[in-house]
């Protein structure tokens, strides 16, 4: 069968096997089960090998796509044939060049730029609400859908080919850990038969471990202090500070301290107001009645004229007084 009598609506189909291998490279491994990892690894590559021949069939391929298909499947068997022989050898993987993975990403864009642009015309179709056998754009419905998946096939044979060839690299080290979990197991193996024939070898028995718990003394109160309560205290505890009172508590709290402030002031301007004063400003303040008052400015109008006469104006250091008085 040739691609012109395949049907518009079975071309989707062939990427079938395109779309399994994908699966099977998805699939999660558990650790210590590379042998699942390799398994899955070898049922995409040969998905992938079925898709490019099944394509190829139906001359989907171009040239450069089918000769990059052969060179991969003749490389593979080569591995595959190098892994029968010696299993213990890492099967030697060719590098690919860097012009291929650069021509390869370049047509992988304009694969999807071009599929991006169909899906753009097949939308505007719909929304246009267009007659089937009407053209847009060089396109008919059924011309438009046909292109749209050959387009598509297209694009999956790029991405089987990348996806290709970063499996190939993957294997060996897939191999390398099949001989490290081999290893491992052997060695296991080997442990457990020594420690039934030498008792000394033996493993300890399972049990419950030991607990270390600190006992320390407060210095202020003396009261013992358990590290392992304390720890065991602060377990389910957020990492952040928590409120030590609710919002009523704040504000009685902060009224409390308002009204302390308040009585506070009251009082330092009481204290200011009887403090003792010059005349002149207990005359300014409306308190030159005040007898006590009037007795405290006095002292310290007496203080005042017994300085300014002790300490006349002007008689502080000159400038004048500087350097030599001999020249």
Do not use: C
């Not at 590379?34 to 899955?40: F, M, P, S, Y």
């Not at 021509?103 to 505007?124: P, T, V, W, Y």
């Amino acid at each position: 069968e040739d691609l012109e009598d395949a049907s518009t609506k079975s071309l989707p189909l062939l990427a079938i096997e395109f779309h399994l291998a994908v699966a099977f490279l998805g699939l999660p491994t558990p650790p210590g089960k590379a042998q699942e990892r390799k398994h899955n690894v070898t049922n995409s590559m040969d998905l992938f090998s079925s898709f490019l021949q099944r394509l190829e069939q139906y001359n989907i391929l171009g040239n450069e796509h089918q000769k990059e298909f052969h060179e991969l499947l003749e490389s593979s068997n080569n591995d595959e044939a190098e892994d029968n022989a010696a299993s213990a050898m890492i099967p030697s993987m060719t590098p690919e060049s860097r012009d291929a993975k650069i021509a390869r990403f370049k047509a992988k864009r304009e694969a999807e730029q071009e599929l991006e642009k169909l899906k753009a015309l097949r939308e505007r179709r719909v929304r246009l609400e267009t007659d089937y056998t009407e053209e847009m754009d060089g396109y008919d419905q059924d011309s438009l859908e046909r292109t749209l998946a050959i387009r598509t096939l297209n694009l999956h044979v790029i991405q089987t080919i990348e996806e290709w060839n970063q499996v190939r690299r993957e294997v060996p080290m897939i191999e390398m850990m099949i001989q490290m979990e081999s290893q491992r197991s052997s060695e296991q193996r080997h442990l457990g038969n020594s420690a039934e024939i030498d008792p000394r070898r033996r493993p300890a028995p399972s049990g419950k471990p030991l607990q270390l718990t600190h006992i320390t003394k407060q210095p202020g109160t003396g009261e013992l202090k358990i590290r392992k309560e304390e720890i065991q205290s602060q377990v389910f505890r957020p990492g952040w500070n928590q409120p030590t009172m609710s919002l009523e508590e704040l504000g009685e709290k902060e009224y409390q301290e308002a009204v302390e402030r308040e009585k506070r002031q009251k009082e330092a301007e009481a204290q200011q107001a009887l403090a003792p004063r010059r005349y002149e400003q207990l005359v300014k303040d409306g308190l030159e009645d005040n007898a006590d008052l009037v007795d405290a400015s006095a002292k310290l109008d007496r203080e005042w004229d017994k300085f300014k006469d002790e300490n006349p104006r002007g008689s502080g250091n000159k400038m004048g007084d500087r350097g030599d008085r001999n020249f």
